[in-house]
């Protein structure tokens, strides 16, 4: 069931031997609150471990530096960022029926813990887990400020998305004042490139096709590329907003070879389209800006159903 | 000389006629200034023109949206972001002498205004004019709003670079609360690229060198590409940053062919290295982590001289 700031921040100040966990494939939002968590609820003297279903990126290292591991059995369990179940991964199976408090952002309304603290406003969920931190009674020391801005900056493309709000900003003010290493954390978050990742940006480059008057591109990737590159899908990432960005283009369109022989269709839009209704039509779904489906069919395929329906039935 | 806030913001009060005069090639800061006074001078009922050197890209529209022209015989001189006179360009020699105020954060000292408004910590002069027209009285209206937040944003990456202080935050929570069109802005000024510029960015990948066990990265830019990718040198800004945002590079260097025959180049260091010191050997200058030089050559043989002394002096 849904419960208020107040009683979230009860639960916490009343637990110990707390489990925090992650969604899978975590990125710097649900990271950043874990490990913020984990060091506010040490600085209280509590026991506090973190688990993921997937490994960290190295990028991410200095949210947990200087913490030491910890085992214990747990007795109480929270979980940050994660906005359904089946996004807890392999832990799934073990823990989403035992998570007593979640703290998320997503308002999907697919509530699976005991209780779920959302503010579904929030940009990121480090922005909640910032102000349940300060009214716990912890002091923002620098590790804590970092954890926090790294989320907040990461979920916000660096305070350059729509979900960003004054509140957004004047928390990342207070983390400045704090001592988070700002410029630090983003130029690792947003300004470092593998030349791995260059080469298969190039290598997508090389595929862009343009239809519809020059409002539609498409990128097409293929397992091939990846092999090359020497990358995985996690540098599509990357890849994704690439065809949206082009002066002119209004629906912006990445067509991934999967393993299981599919097509992976990702879709970017301008603010005149709206991506999730188009992946909607092939069983898909997402925001209004940023969508997916995933078609049975070759790249070649699947690309030139959905290039149709968006000439004749969307533009 | 230099004078203080208060001077600075009564000399404004008391002007009427008031001509303002940004940097030659214009960018996001020094229109994003003159549009919020133009606008703030006009508020209060005074007239006030701006005046460029050079025309002004069609992605800084909004800040001028809305405002008519005005003609008249200027009584009051004010130039925002203009560090020296010689960034007038065209209007130097007319206006150079008569500037009665300047506003700006560069603090290089190189006074050329009867009066200065300097605050060299500010990340850019929107940041002060945002100050001085608050102690004008003005009413912070959406126009304004977009111009201060245009600048906020532009000179920091969208808050991105060191030069990020808590105030910078702060200003942008309170214009978004003023209704700056945020995530709109950002779009146009950072995730919007031409076809043209991503033609000459694949071209510059092509280029592509690494030196001193991948510490040091080299793009070559000949006038051959621009003309072939139908860009001019402003699509240079794009890629100046691409070298050394590639894991791994301390040092990234931008080699551009020049007009005049010799070689120009860009460089752009991690905090391990001093951008400016390497392009003072060579006549050059700049800030710590971007720099500048010429060298009368051509640019493979620039290339090969930076390069010896990077890895013989530097590295």
Redesign the interface.
Known sequence: MLTDFSTAVSMLRNADKILILTHRNPDGDTLGSGFALLRALRQLGKRARLLNADSINEKYSHLYEGLSEDDFEEEFIVSVDVAEKKLLGDLMEKYADKVDLSVDHHGTGKLFAKNTYCESESASACEILYEIIKALGVKIDKGIADCIYTGCSTDT??????N???????I???L??YGAD???I??KM??????NS?MLE?MC?ET?ESFGDGKVAVITVTKEMLRKSGTDKSALDAIK?IT????GVEIGLTVKEEDNGAAGISIRTS?NYDASAICAHFGGGGHIRAGGCEIKDTTENAKEKVIDYIINNVL
Chains 1, 2 share one sequence.
């Open positions: 493309g660096c305070f350059k998305y729509s960003v709000t004054a509140r957004t900003h004047r990342a003010a207070e400045i004042e700002h410029s630090k983003n130029e947003f300004d470092t490139k593998s030349i260059i190039r480059y862009l907003p949206r960005q082009i002066e603010e």
